[in-house]
């Protein structure tokens, strides 16, 4: 039933990224105004991260996996309805909040629920379920959507019927025994100790280009797939943006006995080659590389997260890992907010495709960047 909910959770929280150009012509909104609709989602996110991550050892982790699945329902409830882009980012900030409780709750749901000989690798099970429940998000949306009379309703009926199931499966489980910590809102940031922060900041800053990667994607690509393809619609948008985790669950399940630090140079590396062909495509209208450059951005979200998260578990103990992941995953979670704004106020301003080829310069050079530091540490190491 965690795993259950995990996915659940996580295809409800990326159902809507096919919808957006639907939205867009219903509602007549720029494309900056989308990525704020998908920015409060991530919003949200963050502030459960910061606030609510440790209410799982307060309450338990089955607890909290039930309020996060209430607050998915009514988060797909008030998106199903809403009649304006502010009860939509309502509804996307609400999903935001559902997405942060229900990942660190299952994480610890999983750690406790996992047989024994596979407890070491509930994280990298954590994983693979949110990659394929983001996956299965937008293409259950996208189907539905292409061949529905109401394609902003219908998409979200079956997944809200489905986690209402889920969450009567979650009170139908006999609470474990746990510890109870007091609660404390307070945020619960810590950086590794000092010998590690640049292969700390390294790593970090790896996550941040592999969610706002994705993050561009799921936000902007429905709009610029028919600049750049001959076919568009939610069934091709969706396809698109399930492709990219599908590929990245496959290379993160095959390629997690590579050293953690050949992964994260051959993710920096291939996100590089994708932005090149992503610009190339839609300054040229060449569809073919589209194809190309989702599947090696796919490959080098997986394989730079992989070696991300590798080296930030090298570093870190018993004493301070979850402190360490807190502020890992906060600086990835940036990453699908400002670059992600900043694209989206290109586009305004300059075009959809100045907006997307502003965020591959930009998040490219990051990439290089962190590719020639982390060169130079294991140069000097």
């Given amino acids: 039933m965690v795993s259950l909910a995990l996915i659940m959770g996580t295809i409800g929280t990326a159902l809507a990224s096919p919808l957006y150009p639907i939205y867009q012509a219903l509602w007549g909104l720029m494309p900056s105004q989308i990525t704020y609709i998908f920015v409060a989602y991530m919003f949200g996110c963050l502030a459960t991260l910061l606030f609510l991550g440790r209410l799982s050892n307060s309450i338990g982790f089955l607890r909290s996996l039930q309020i996060g699945m209430g607050f998915i329902i009514l988060g797909l409830g008030l998106s199903s309805i809403a009649a304006n882009t502010v009860w939509l980012a309502v509804g996307r900030f609400i999903i935001g909040i559902a997405s942060g409780l229900i990942s660190t709750s299952a994480m610890l749901g999983l750690i406790y629920t996992i047989p024994e000989p596979y407890k070491n690798s509930a994280p990298q099970l954590s994983s693979v379920i949110t990659v394929i429940g983001f996956g299965l998000g937008p293409f259950i949306g996208g189907v539905i959507a292409q061949f529905s009379a109401h394609p902003v309703l219908t998409p979200y009926l079956p997944v809200i019927l489905g ?219």
């Fill in 163 to 381: 986690a209402i199931i889920c969450l009567g499966g979650l009170y139908a489980i006999k609470t474990p025994s746990f510890e109870s910590q007091p609660f404390s809102m307070a945020p619960h940031l810590e950086l590794p100790q000092p010998q590690y922060k640049s292969l700390f900041y390294i790593a970090g800053f790896t996550a941040f280009a592999a969610f706002a990667s994705f993050s561009l994607f799921a936000s902007l690509a429905p709009s610029f797939v028919k600049e750049a393809i001959p076919w568009h619609g939610p069934l091709v948008s969706g396809s698109t943006i399930a492709s990219i985790l599908l590929v990245s669950a496959l290379v993160q399940f095959f390629a997690k006995s590579l050293p953690s630090g050949k992964c994260l140079n051959y993710g920096l590396i291939t996100l590089m080659m994708s932005y090149l062909l992503l610009g190339l495509c839609m300054t040229q209208h060449w569809s073919q590389l589209f194809f190309i450059s989702d599947i090696l951005l796919g490959i080098g979200h997986g394989l730079g997260l992989l070696g991300a998260f590798g080296l930030v578990h090298q570093m870190t103990n018993s004493n301070n890992r979850a402190a360490v992941i807190s502020t890992y995953l906060f600086i990835g979670y940036l990453g699908t907010i400002i670059p992600i704004i900043a694209a989206g106020y290109l586009s305004d301003h300059f075009g959809l495709v100045s907006g997307v080829l502003g965020f591959c310069i930009g998040v490219g050079l990051l990439c290089l960047s962190l590719l020639l530091w982390h060169k130079k540490l294991e140069h000097a190491a």
